[in-house]
């Protein structure tokens, strides 16, 4: 009977003990943190836990696999969890110890504030689940991306910068100057309704969520001023395998809709073509509208160690770290829009390849056009090389200069010249050209085209020197004469060529090893730079010796006092 009484307490203290151990034990969710060995502050199993559960949202599905990190910026404890990748939104759950949170993701989403320029935190208290927690990219501003992303605490990512300060600070307080507070005075003003129409078609075709706003417009070259309205649709690499896939489609959508590409008309002055960049403008009765689209990093950093042209570091880029922007600018009240004649060009027949006699520097073509037909031409050329195109129609023997146009540019990419008889300019890269030649009359008309391509006259390199060449993406059909400046980062060297007008490409030869910035300054306010076509910051060139760095375009226009390349003092001076 004693023996009995002693043995009921010892087993209620054995099961005591063994509960108390099991509540101490981590916990064993399956989405629970795993702790790196190098990572002593991460949350999970530190105590008593809480659960912070949320939505994963890109622009537009598939959401790829990726890291979603709680980090409590006072304390620096920190957990995280991978997530699968899902056609859907993805969605994630995050054990965390008690305290307030700031959650990101290695694809640069984030849990914004209430205001949408900083990361927003998550409160969370032992034994407590917050739920509907959305994790979307940061907004866009003229200042760019609305908030920043912080390195994350296990050393894998680098952080993502947000906004510069000033810039930010300007904006709140309506001072910027910028699109978002400039003034409206002016004949040009927002389509209708149209603009919500095109927002609903683009969002339809594209599959992107656009936003809609009211601009300022201000052409300096025509003295055209006012408002308009500005859609613009987000994406990634998971959405678009290249700039062309939003560009063809949105520009087949202003086609649908009545529009007509414009010929003669000048754009907006928001836009510029190039590998990652495309660019095209249309036009209905006063009405006009420029669709401009581009591709960049999320962050220029990631570029950081990738040498040669942005293109470079645009192929070694994942889809998630690609960022697609569609804008879409339209206004009415324009003087003197033209609406092009309606015709059907047949662009299904096969190119014509050029070629030259051995030794030869030109050749001439002679064909006839049918009304409404296109002939197109290819040819291979070199970086530097200078090439000079002038097309003769006639109808019934009499010169009608009218009767055909031609369109020149580098092959797979929007056209850099546009219904001209007379081009000529230096070849930004080597590899293959076209022009095509399109019936503007209504009747058979005859041509003769010829090109001359001059020898390169001297060798751009050598042992100690090396040389960068690009394109001229002026807007408009008329490019001034220009200085091409290349700024040395390194010191206050600088080094500079002249391009005459009406000239396309450029190349700045015997060049110091070094890293450049490279802007071109006009007589006029605007002032062009190699510079990322999202926030207008220049991007710096690598140049080597012996080496020749193609594609360094002229892409970004701006006003001469812009705040991000120096606009207002040309060193070589007019």
Excluded at 261 to 274: A, Q, V
Aim: contains cysteine; hydrophobic residues 40%.
């Amino acid at each position: 009977m004693n023996r009995s009484k002693k043995s009921v307490p010892f087993f209620y203290l054995t099961l005591i003990l063994i509960l108390l151990l099991s509540a101490c034990a981590p916990g064993g969710q399956e989405n629970s943190a795993t702790e790196p060995a190098s990572a002593p502050t991460q949350a999970a199993g530190s105590g008593a836990s809480g659960f912070i559960q949320g939505t994963l949202n890109m622009q537009a599905p598939p959401t790829p696999a990726m890291t979603v990190y709680a980090l409590d910026p006072a304390t620096g404890v920190w957990a995280s969890v991978e997530t699968a990748a899902s056609d859907a939104a993805g969605a994630f759950t995050l054990e965390v110890s008690p305290g307030s949170y700031q959650i990101f993701t290695s694809a640069g989403l984030g849990y914004a504030s209430e205001d949408g320029w900083s990361l927003g935190t998550v409160t969370v208290a032992a034994g407590q689940s917050i739920a509907g927690i959305a994790i979307r990219a940061p907004g866009q501003s003229e200042c760019g991306s609305m908030f920043g992303i912080p390195a994350s605490p296990d050393g894998r990512f680098a952080a993502i910068p947000g906004p510069d300060e000033a810039c930010k600070a300007a904006v709140l307080s309506g001072s910027s100057g910028g699109s978002a507070q400039a003034p409206m005075n002016g004949a040009l003003q927002p389509l209708d309704d149209d603009c919500t129409n095109l927002q609903v078609a683009m969002e339809a075709t594209l599959q992107v969520p656009f936003a809609i706003e009211e601009i300022a417009i201000n052409q300096s070259w025509s003295g055209q001023t006012g408002g308009g309205c500005k859609l613009t649709g987000l994406a990634n690499g998971n959405n678009f395998a290249n700039v062309l896939i939003p560009y063809e489609g949105a520009r087949d959508l202003m086609l649908e809709h009545g529009w007509s590409e414009s010929i003669s008309s000048p754009c907006l002055g928001y836009g510029g073509e190039g590998p990652n960049a495309a660019q095209t403008c249309f036009v209905r009765g006063s009405e006009s509208c420029e669709l401009f689209v581009y591709g960049e990093p999320v962050n220029m950093d990631l570029c950081a160690g990738i040498e040669g042209p942005i293109g470079e570091c645009m192929d070694a880029l994942t889809p998630e770290q690609i960022l697609y922007t569609t804008n879409l600018i339209c206004a009415q009240g324009f003087e003197g829009a033209e609406v092009p004649e309606e015709s059907e060009f047949d662009l299904s027949s096969h190119p014509i390849v050029i070629t030259f006699e051995q030794g030869a520097t030109d050749t001439t073509l002679h064909d006839s056009l049918q009304p409404g037909e296109l002939h197109s031409y290819i040819l291979s050329a070199m970086a530097g090389q200078e090439m000079t195109v002038s097309l003769y129609v006639t109808i019934d023997g009499v010169e009608t200069p009218a009767g055909a146009v031609m369109d020149i540019g580098v092959r797979g990419y929007a056209p850099t010249a546009l219904s001209v008889l007379d081009w000529s300019g230096m070849l930004p890269s080597t590899g293959e050209y076209f022009i095509d030649v399109k019936s503007m009359a209504d009747l058979p008309v005859a041509y003769a085209l010829h090109i001359n391509i001059a020898p390169v006259e001297e060798n751009p390199v050598d042992e100690m020197t090396g040389a960068v060449s690009g394109g001229i993406e002026y807007p408009g059909s008329y490019v001034p004469l220009l200085h091409i400046v290349a700024f040395n980062q390194d010191n206050d060297d600088w080094h500079w060529v002249g391009v005459k007008e009406n000239t396309y490409g450029y190349t700045l030869a015997n060049l110091p090893p070094g890293r450049y910035h490279v802007i071109a300054y006009s007589e006029n306010e605007l002032v062009g730079a190699y510079a990322s076509v999202g926030d207008g910051e220049p991007i710096p060139v690598t140049v080597n010796a012996g080496e020749m760095t193609q594609e360094v375009n002229m892409q970004v226009w701006l006003e001469r006092d812009n705040p991000y390349f120096p606009g207002a003092s040309d060193p070589v001076a007019w």
